[in-house]
């Protein structure tokens, strides 16, 4: 199979029309089996649940070429439980889990032109979603339901790729103590649009919001989790209802503990234990590891002992061994790796 004419190495994050979207419909109290389509258009009614209540929910997971040349995808599974989660949450039609997978599978397998070359850097970004399809005028969900996935080729979420960014404590809070901030919600994102513009325009990668509570401890990102390390070389990572489950976060809690043995701690983070931590990482599917060199929280600067010149030595180790799995360079837990092709 020959691969597209694209100057993969140079990609940044953001969309193109891929060859083939998967599609199934919800209707009756039922899915439909779901094809394989050229159509990137979706046509709905102007009164569909997702356009007047924001009904729709999304993951995002990638396919990666390894060493060998194979094609895989990274958990699918855990997307797969968590969106059926989502899907709860919001009141919509699980798509199960097992019928997730094998449409991320056939999906991918449908694209193979588009998945990035092993060692250049980029990766196939896979977004399922779904969405109320159906006419609603009262405070309701849809009867109806659109199950899609679309692939595109990715390069690193931050501009300049794995050099340390600088964040701000937001102002703003991006969920509520008992709202929706633990489900991949579109919501959410719709939430942190203009903090992360006006946190752009003033010069910063992205937010660091607080507990909507007490706002005295760590919580996110608008994309990616938390990971810190401390002078004795613990993980430590927040853990709070209001965060999304990151499935790299988790990933990295067992690497750091059966690859790396290292010390974790899964546990609530005060804002004022910040300036103890000598590696500050976003961990995420987009994110990868990103390093933090710098917080600032309204005017007063968090220098991360780390710096800002390159990933401390610590992130890079689990970055190494994260990257290493998912790119077939190091032997994967049982089940997380679902061969594609
Ligand atoms: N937190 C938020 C708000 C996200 O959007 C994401 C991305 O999916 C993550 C964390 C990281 O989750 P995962 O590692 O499953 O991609
Ligand atoms: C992901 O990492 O897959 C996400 O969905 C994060 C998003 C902000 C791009």
């Known amino acids: 199979m020959e691969k597209k004419d694209l100057d993969w190495g140079n990609l940044s994050f953001g969309y193109m029309k891929t060859d083939k979207r998967f599609v199934a419909n919800y209707k009756q109290g039922a899915w439909d089996e779901g094809v394989l389509t050229d159509d990137d258009r979706v046509i709905i009614t102007e009164c569909a ?29 855990l997307n797969g439980q968590r969106m059926e989660n989502s899907c709860r949450r919001l009141e919509m039609p699980v798509f199960p889990c097992d019928r997730f997978v094998d449409a991320v599978v056939k999906t991918v397998r449908a694209n193979l032109a588009w998945v990035p070359p092993y060692g250049s850097g980029a990766t196939l970004y896979i977004r399922p979603y779904m969405f109320g399809s159906s006419a609603v005028i009262g405070v309701k969900p849809a009867e109806e339901y659109q199950f899609r996935i679309l692939v595109t080729p990715v390069g690193p979420y931050f501009k300049g790729g794995v050099k340390p960014i ?16 633990h489900i991949k919600a579109g919501l959410n994102y719709a939430m942190s649009l203009h903090p992360i ?8 990668a992205e937010n660091m919001y607080l ?10 990102t608008g994309g990616a989790n938390f990971i810190f390390i401390t002078r004795d070389g613990t993980l430590v990572t927040p ?10 976060r988790r990933s990295l809690v067992y690497v750091a503990e059966h690859y790396l043995n290292m010390k974790v701690e899964e546990r609530e983070v005060p804002f004022t234990e ?6 500050v990482g976003l961990c995420g599917t987009a994110a990868v590891i990103s390093p933090v060199g710098k917080i600032v929280d309204n005017g007063k600067e ?6 800002m010149a390159d990933m401390g030595p610590v992130l890079r180790k689990l970055y190494d061994t994260l990257t290493g799995i998912q790119m077939g360079r190091i032997e994967a837990p049982e089940g997380w790796i679902t061969k594609i092709a």
């Open 302 to 307: 968090i220098c991360v002992p780390s710096g």
């Open 197 to 204: 513009m006006d946190a752009h325009r003033q010069g910063f």
């Open 239 to 248: 853990k709070s209802s209001s965060i999304l489950p990151s499935i790299t």
């Open 166 to 181: 600088v964040i701000r404590v937001s102002d703003f809070d991006r969920a509520a103590p008992r709202g929706t901030g």
């Open 274 to 279: 910040l300036p103890e931590f000598v590696e």
């Open 49 to 77: 649940g997702v356009l007047q209540y924001a009904q729709t929910c999304f993951e995002g997971l990638k396919a990666y070429t390894t060493e060998d040349g194979s094609i895989v995808t990274f958990r699918p599974d």
């Open 211 to 220: 507990d909507p509570a007490t706002r005295s401890k760590i919580e996110e």
